[in-house]
């Protein structure tokens, strides 16, 4: 177990990159900001020089590969770090120097238990794409199929692990120090995020995602996963089929091309939607660099290290918000978050809903282009402490991908309107998994299974009472001994600590000046 000193001494070290970017500086000034931690920030900047305009993402590069995939996580979060830091947080590149060449060998040999040569005819020594994960080769099987070989770097695991493990124990800190704190749920992001990073350091995992999103976008033309070549794939090692096509990000040579933009723009809105509402299960790194416009113009999409997922009642939830929210109808908005919880009772469902016409209104009926998502979010957000609603973990990802797909589709067509894009969509599924025809099924199915099922709901029910909202219940937390709580000599630990942070910072800060002097 790491000691409270590594933790605070990893912290600082992070602490003086992030200061020397400016990064700390919008910690400082939030209101919000527990004193400890504004305490904190000035001891880490201190005799630092910081740039005019913070850099968030350049500090997160900086710092290492576990920092950047925890900063494209907090880009989803505006009310924990800010509207200007997700805006440059989602600039962050997920890009690192290549492995050499003899290294990512040895390590495709070692998983395989054979040689490189047995698996492929042709291996590119030069890699593709190379992130803070894994990086990708071109390659030929030895039955001449093209394919994609993602590997990953070799110890990656193992500092993914330790960095989460001070990321764990400083979320547990910062959020036993104010009720504002404990509101945004610092220890349930970083719980989603080492889900999340779990997840893509198992290539197999990511394998079985592309696998089931194929199953899910079967009826839908135009939007392709490539195949999974599973005799070559493991937990470290990724083959897939290769995609000939333009990057999405590419608008230039699209139309050169002779690509229709407006519905390659409208395709990836609606293919989506189709993720998210009908199959319930989405990809949820839909960045430019993981889009591809195929000759034929189908949008193939790669990378499938994080995926989305929401249950059918949340996604009911979900459609009915949406459908609300172009329709006007900001009274059955409010009251589904009431259903599902996510504001408690004691307030006014009328007043929830005059509080959503204010955000939604100004948003209806305009193009993308002509929206301020700045007033946007900061009335959302005001919208969020207002009225005492809890961060819900399970729809971050729907979140920071639908502000993806939104990006994409307005640089493809700056005129397109979501909502008009949205609305038919989410109109029709309504009509038909909340229709009466669905819902009679839908009755006789669950009525059914519940007869079969009493003496267990019996039990659950003792055991479970009251029943949850609408937000999924979380996986337990991690248990992490807060420095006040420590029994035994724990005035002597606190203070020791705190000489420790003092004596870490001073060192360096004295390594800070001698290389700047130097």
């Not at 990836?268 to 839909?286: C, E, N, P, R, Y």
């Not at 724990?490 to 390594?511: D, F, K, M, S, T």
Request: proline content about 6%; some cysteine.
């Amino acid at each position: 177990m790491t000691s409270p000193i590594k933790h605070t001494w990893r912290l600082l070290g992070w602490g003086r990159t992030l200061a020397r970017h400016g990064a700390l500086r919008g910690i400082e000034r939030d209101e919000h900001t527990p004193p400890q931690v504004r305490r904190l920030c000035r001891l880490a900047r201190l005799g630092t020089f910081q740039p005019r305009t913070p850099d968030y993402a350049g500090a997160f590069q900086e710092i290492g590969p576990a920092a950047i995939k925890l900063g494209q996580t907090l880009a989803t979060r505006p009310d924990l770090v800010g509207e200007d830091a997700v805006v440059n947080l989602l600039s962050l590149q997920d890009s690192l120097a290549p492995v050499p060449f003899d290294t990512i060998r040895r390590a495709v040999e070692a998983s395989f238990g054979q040689p490189l040569e047995n698996l492929f005819a042709e291996f590119e020594p030069e890699p593709v794409g190379s992130a803070s994960i894994a990086q990708v080769h071109r390659a030929v099987t030895t039955e001449g199929r093209t394919v994609a070989v993602k590997v990953l770097r070799p110890g990656i695991r193992e500092r993914f692990e330790r960095d989460i493990d001070t990321y764990e124990w400083a979320a547990a800190h910062l959020e036993a120090l104010s009720a504002e704190a404990a509101r945004l749920r610092p220890r349930m992001v970083i719980a989603n995020f080492k889900r999340w990073t779990n997840r893509e350091l198992d290539l197999r995992r990511e394998a079985a995602s592309a696998s089931e999103l194929t199953d899910a976008m079967k009826g839908f033309a135009g939007y392709s996963v490539p195949g999974i070549d599973w005799d070559r794939t493991n937990g470290r090692v990724m083959t897939i089929e290769w995609i000939d096509g333009i990057k999405i990000s590419d608008v230039d040579a699209l139309r050169a091309a002779g690509h229709d933009l407006p519905d390659l723009a409208e395709r990836l809105v609606l293919a989506f939607l189709t993720q998210a509402i009908s199959a319930g299960f989405f990809h949820a790194d839909m960045h430019q660099g993981n889009l591809f416009v195929r000759p034929d113009g189908t949008i193939g999409a790669i990378d499938f290290g994080i995926m989305g997922r929401i249950d059918r009642r949340a996604r009911q939830w979900l459609a009915e918000i949406l459908y609300g929210l172009t329709t006007g109808n900001y009274r059955r908005v409010a009251e589904i978050h009431f259903e599902a919880q996510y504001v408690p009772s004691y307030h006014s469902v009328d007043e929830f809903a005059t509080a959503l016409r204010a955000v939604g209104e100004p948003m209806r009926g305009k193009p993308v282009s002509e929206l301020s998502v700045g007033q946007m979010l900061d009335g959302l957000f005001a919208i969020t402490r207002d009225f005492d609603m809890q961060t819900q973990p399970h729809l971050l990802l729907l979140q920071k991908t639908m502000v993806m797909v939104e990006g994409i589709a307005t640089q493809l067509n700056p005129r397109i309107n979501m909502w008009d894009v949205a609305a038919p969509y989410v109109s029709n599924w309504i009509r038909d998994e909340l229709g009466p025809e669905s819902l009679v099924a839908d009755r006789l199915r669950e009525d059914t299974a519940t007869l079969l099922r009493i003496p267990e709901l019996v039990r659950r029910i003792e055991e479970r009472f009251p029943a949850k909202g609408g937000a999924p219940e979380q996986p337990p937390l991690p248990e992490v001994e807060l420095m006040w709580e420590r029994r035994r000599g724990a005035g002597l630990r606190i203070w020791g600590y705190a000489l420790a942070a003092l004596v870490g910072a001073g060192a360096v800060w004295a390594a800070d000046l001698a290389g700047w002097l130097g």
